[in-house]
């Protein structure tokens, strides 16, 4: 698998997380996805971004495009430093917050990609990484 | 104040939503309306989205919560436009909207707020009479 291409975004404040949703957009274009796959993912972003910012303490995103034999990809990876999830399948759960959310934030970014990680240590940050191909 | 402007029609309110959104926009976006309603004893809301490109859990909880605040305030909201790749986003999300109204566009969305206003006032008119 070959990374075409990278960039590294801040994730600090609401603002950011409307770069994001334009700059995944511009490079879901980029790599030629559908209308449909374009809105999946950034709508996938923009929820995961939003856990970043709001639970996270704020942090970083990497977008990559792939390239694997025929298949485009892209791939987003959202690393924060802030307190962690002690229970990822609890947070994982529909309609589960411990903010004032719907709950749906990383439960649908997982069914809105085709690929769905999250490592997370207490105390010293989460790392959600997903990507859709074309 | 939120910077989307909102219009009076008759009894109607109608705000066209133009930008992509962040938070904090919609936030103010949905007490501004809130306030609106009563402020302008409006009947029906109209919200266009037709121009947003994506609408993720954020923006679908503030549309909910527009229309339930609405309704305790005996009006009526419409969404309308919503483009079909949001739309088929929106339902693998696991978002249903189903306390929303919605309607293709600004013509269905309007005769949609008539209808029901009109139904709701007969209603009135017989009980009282």
Same mark, same amino acid.
């Given at each position: ?25 511009? #490079? ?25 910012? !709001?639970?996270?303490?704020? @942090? ?11 298949? +485009? ?9 802030? *307190? ?25 970014? $997982? #069914? ?9 240590? *207490? ?5 959600? +990484?997903?990507?859709?191909? $074309? | 104040?939120?910077?989307? *402007?909102?219009? $009076? ?14 938070? #904090? ?18 009947? @029906? ?10 609408? !993720? ?5 503030? &549309? ?18 919503? #483009?079909?790749?949001?739309?088929? +986003? &929106? ?10 109204? +919605?309607? &293709? ?13 009109? $139904? ?10």
């Amino acid at each position: 698998m070959l990374i075409e291409t990278g960039e590294t975004m801040p994730l600090r404040n609401s603002d950011d997380v409307v770069r994001v949703r334009q700059a995944v957009r511009a #490079r879901a274009v980029g790599a030629g996805f559908s209308l449909v796959d374009q809105t999946k993912i950034v709508t996938a972003a923009s929820e995961v971004a939003r856990n970043t910012v !709001d639970y996270g303490g704020g @942090g970083t995103l990497r977008i990559e495009v792939l390239r694997d034999g025929r298949r +485009t990809g892209v791939r987003l990876t959202f690393i924060d430093q802030g *307190p962690g999830i002690a229970d990822i399948a609890k947070a994982m759960t529909d309609g589960y917050t411990t903010g004032g959310g719907l709950g749906l934030g990383l439960s649908g970014a $997982k #069914r809105l990609s085709n690929e769905f990680a999250i490592t997370s240590t *207490p105390g010293s940050g989460t790392v959600v +990484t997903l990507a859709r191909w $074309k | 104040m939120s910077e989307i *402007p909102i219009l $009076k029609i008759g009894d109607c309110l109608l705000v066209s939503i133009q930008v992509d959104m962040h938070d #904090r926009l919609a936030m103010a976006l949905q007490d501004d309306l809130t306030q609106r309603i009563v402020a302008d004893r409006a009947r @029906g809301v109209m919200i266009d989205i037709s121009a947003l490109e994506i609408v !993720d859990s954020f923006i679908g909880r503030m &549309l909910n919560n527009i229309a339930a605040m609405s309704r305790v305030l005996d009006a009526v909201t419409v969404v309308v436009g919503m #483009r079909p790749a949001v739309a088929i +986003t &929106l339902v693998e999300l696991g978002l249903a909207l189903t306390g929303v109204r +919605t309607a &293709l566009n600004v013509d269905k969305g309007l005769a949609m707020i008539r209808s029901i206003i009109d $139904k709701s006032e007969s209603a009135d008119a017989h009980r009282d009479g």
